[in-house]
């Protein structure tokens, strides 16, 4: 069975910084484009940053130069560093591993950032 569990959220100033991290099971890891996505209340589901099996990242143009994407294909696991956070920022942050039209999703991990 697919499954990918995030972690690492929390409740953060404005400023400080968190890293998130995602272990994936039950797929090929590195056969999968990994992806960051974020959903704040009342808010659609967006795209925050996109690593692929080989090439660069991409960063949505909110969290760039703030947020970096990494993967580990030894630990099966992506990672989002985030800086500078900022109370837009506050969401629920989403893993996601692609694969010929097939997507797989966590459950999600809380990202607070206070004023």
């Known amino acids: 069975q697919v499954q990918l569990v995030e972690s690492g959220g929390g409740l953060v100033q404005a400023g400080g910084s968190l890293r998130l991290s995602c272990t994936t099971s039950?797929?090929?890891?590195?056969?999968?484009?990994m992806e960051w996505y974020r959903q704040a209340s009342g808010k659609q589901r967006d795209l925050v940053a996109t690593?692929?099996?080989?090439?660069?990242?991409n960063y949505a143009d909110s969290v760039k130069g703030r947020f970096t994407i990494s993967r580990d294909n030894a630990k099966n696991t992506v990672y989002l560093q985030m800086s500078s956070l900022k109370p837009e920022d506050t969401a629920t942050y989403y893993c996601?591993?692609?694969?010929?039209?097939?997507?797989?999703w966590g459950r999600g991990t809380q990202v607070t950032v206070s004023p």
């Open positions: 039950g797929l090929i890891f590195s056969m999968n484009t």
């Open positions: 690593i692929p099996i080989v090439g660069t990242t």
């Open positions: 996601s591993a692609a694969r010929w039209g097939t997507r797989y």
